[in-house]
């Protein structure tokens, strides 16, 4: 197993759940996956988050799935596994079972019934007591899931009360000023410098996170090597070159970040590059129409050709 | 098992889960809750709701609890299990485990996520779909708790298209004009004649509620003979016996139905009656202060003492 | 004009706006209206609030209503006017026109859109720039229709930084924790000692409140002589009479304060006594059906009744 | 004054409210603004929109600025203006007001406290009860600033009821099988024709919502052109060379639409292309910080090089 620590860089994908047409896992598309994302030089793997369905699947399902990528990544990477929970009693089961597994370590988002600082701050203090002094963890930021609004100056307090919190998932829309504000107060040594990694409307922000700081990249897209390869122009210091990138994939990823379709988008994207072998997702969910499916194929046939543009193989 | 239909009456009781002081399920506890309820009156018990903390139990703390329950009720009611789930593979999985159990039916409310009409019948088709045509189960309409906003007309769609849907818990508030318009299309056979069971406010519009046609109530309040006796005397056709018995109760109800730290209170007032022995509440959860147990003496001794004025014990 | 400062003390009530059955400000209703409140024993009025229907103003009706129940008042009692807007020009505009008219004070809740503590304590030093260092105001908390939370200790950095904040408007549900420590705060001298009148639930927790320290009540019932005597009672240390009389009216004070159609039910009755002429509510509002006018004339007779009993006129 | 109808097509600006360093409304910038924007190519103008800033004016000062904007625009082009109101009278005082002034129609989107199909079909009933059968209006439906979600059947249903609404300002998101299907239905005959022009995201989905059977677009950006141009690309039949276009501003156009912080670069890159003379933003509004700054040179840099390679000037 692959230790998780503050000095977490580049791309950690948000792994999506494989199905079969039926609706039934599918493991061997789990596997290729895995193998796809690392292929493709992902330093990290997320599972179990909001666009892996997790809320969809039985507690065997969870077990199985999070075994099959464990042992298919077999200690390449750190693998965080998502483990926001409305009680404190479900957290501690989900938790020890998947580091049992031997996960990395797990994510937490606020639930949307905490909302002054007091109460976020007081929330983050149980997550601690519950997760114990062993087990590294990742603090989301997703407002937009969540309806939890944290303040730099709360998520700070969070970051000081909290010795085994290694990371910031930052994904609060705008959050660059956030973004500059903690890496600040990091590198002042006001609080734990932690990493960040962003997934900021799905990472549609990516080149100006990385200019304010960020660690990297920790969202989904059908095309992980951008995710990959601006993270790693940027850190070599050729931003243009990471915005020459960025820009390339822009309209896809932008399409595929809709809300709620995109899950459907990126399934979709993830057959024809023949990852997963159904574009299945689980009711209730989305489904492509022919007209989405239109706009997709377009999207793609633009995104090859200015990759190649840009000295690019821009290859499905 | 006793069977669940649209006959329902009565008084159902929104079941706490007993903790001992260390936060374990406390057994002991439920069986003498179990028998507490029912020597009041109930005609039925609902578990794993909202105030029974279900969220905070792991899914075999959720079995144990359920398994005692079912077997201390040994089929001398209905009891219905709270399955509302972010999916439906575990709203599936919850669902057959209870009822081969012996639970006589699920309550389902519908996910934040669902916002407009159409999505709220697509949804409730989902859920008659993974039900199947042998669990009886009914729709809980509670906006407070799940932001969802249902018409009386969305209502009647979903009741047309569900015939296993047996009951209506109505706690949307204000909500008697939509109890009447539900109950005048069930009596007109423009759509199917549920029972509706009322906990609007934690029953404080009970009498009212009766008077449009309720046909029992469905809550939690720690003096459930107040529910019992009010539902029996409105029964009766002696509605003011049934408003004196109602306003004796009132002052306490309405502070045990403060949101958030009432559940502290209802297990305090429990604890004080015998029923339980802790009144330990799992995190994150209310405490009560000296102030709150001050209040809570206070309105206990005005309530006896009004109880004996209008001819009841009013015993605790 | 009467002085608004910290001392405020006993009910404040919130005005309706009396219309004509033809939807126009009815100016004799709301002479009336300020008499009534006055003969009932009112410290002081507020109008222009939520359910003074203010938003369904031309500014041109508010100002005339504004100046007429002022000339009215005639200085025997403060008069706070609402001035909450979603900017700092209008804020200010309505600001200077009222105190020019004779206001004592205005009162200002948070916009939806701030959500933090730090956004909340900028927000109210743009309101203390806005209103200047003349102007007394009331901090309204009233989470359920602002959608902000705030708490204990935002409030006391709010007071702290608002030389001219003198009250506090509490509705927070559930709030007595939070009225026991703004209220310790105060007195140990932490933070400025406001005047604090609750509204939580329209006042469905006021002798409870008062025991806590509140210093009267602000809020709405069309029977406001309820607030007037439990703040009596409970200020002549006579608890169980405050709550004996609480208790007598909680019926009624209960179904007038449902949510929506809470405001007809109140115009219902002040017409039924005699105090405005219509009982129209602007659209979008709520209307009374038979059934809910048959619920009233039964509470309403049960409540004379019971006052009777514990030796009150109860008087219509 | 130019007619309001259903023909109506190409790119509404919505325009900024354009003030001076000291906060003060800015009437020689907003002359410029309007020449800036009919240079550009806009066919309409929308006004005192939430982009504008609309309700930090007084009464006073939203006058002024209509008066101003509609005596440049001289007729050349429909102004909208935004009337939504929280109730009936000042929405028709506002209605009344801006219309004798010349205005071409009106926007209404509606208030967060209707949530139901019943509900939203009654409140735009009392709309089109309010406007009266004159007064050409547009449907704004954008739940992210309003949370209220209208599903396509409600839209029809509204749309069949208002003969005077002939515009839908589409800003859903995910939005377009909802445009899909609207237009279809309209096609068919099931639903009145309307206009729709689409803002979804700020414009973030121009070509495909085109492609869908858009009519245009109405949003703001500082490159209006942007709009105008992949419009007309568009309706020429050259949809690759709409995407091009579209795709040279999406990096930009991104970056100025994230929430709140948006209209504060919105209004600096107006300033710098010199169409107003302060990049002020009233109170409580977002400021540009030195790396916002930073990342917009680096993006106009980028976007001019982008506009030339596709053969464009791309001059500020």
Request: glycine content about 10%.
């Amino acid at each position: 197993m692959k230790t998780l620590d503050s000095s977490a860089k580049g791309a950690y994908l948000i792994a999506v759940t494989p199905f079969a047409d039926d609706g039934s896992l599918d493991l061997a598309s789990t596997d290729r996956m895995v193998d796809f994302y690392l292929e493709k030089g992902a330093t990290g793997l997320t599972i179990l988050g909001i666009m892996g369905e997790a809320p969809k699947l039985t507690a065997e399902e969870s077990r199985i799935f999070v075994r099959q990528v464990l042992a298919r990544v077999n200690g390449r990477v750190p693998v965080i596994v998502g483990a926001s929970a409305p009680g404190f009693a479900p957290m501690r089961e989900l938790t020890e079972s998947v580091m049992e597994l031997g996960a990395s370590g797990v994510m937490v988002a606020p639930p949307s019934t905490v909302r002054t600082d007091d109460q976020i701050v007081a929330y983050f203090d149980m997550v601690n007591e519950t997760l114990g002094p062993e087990v590294p963890w990742c603090l989301q930021d997703h407002p937009v899931a969540t309806g939890v609004q944290m303040s730099a100056s709360v998520i700070l307090r969070v970051l000081k009360n909290s010795p085994t919190c290694v990371m910031l998932k930052h994904e609060d829309n705008p959050g660059l000023a956030k973004l500059s504000a903690i890496r600040a107060a990091g590198e002042r040594g006001d609080a734990p410098r932690v990493s960040i990694l962003t997934g900021n409307g799905g990472g549609l922000f990516l080149p100006e996170e990385l200019t304010r700081g960020a660690d990297g990249a920790m969202t989904g897209f059908a095309y992980p090597e951008m995710m990959v390869d601006v993270v790693k122009a940027h850190a070599a210091g050729d931003v243009e070159r990471a915005h020459d990138i960025f820009d390339a994939y822009l309209p896809l990823a932008r399409y595929e970040q809709q809300p709620g379709v995109g899950l459907a988008v990126r399934k979709h994207l993830m057959l024809k590059r023949g990852v997963i072998a159904s574009e299945a997702v689980r009711k209730p969910g989305p489904k492509l129409s022919a007209a989405d499916v239109a706009d997709i194929e377009r999207l793609v046939a633009r995104q090859t050709r200015r990759l190649q543009e840009i000295g690019r193989s821009g290859k499905a």
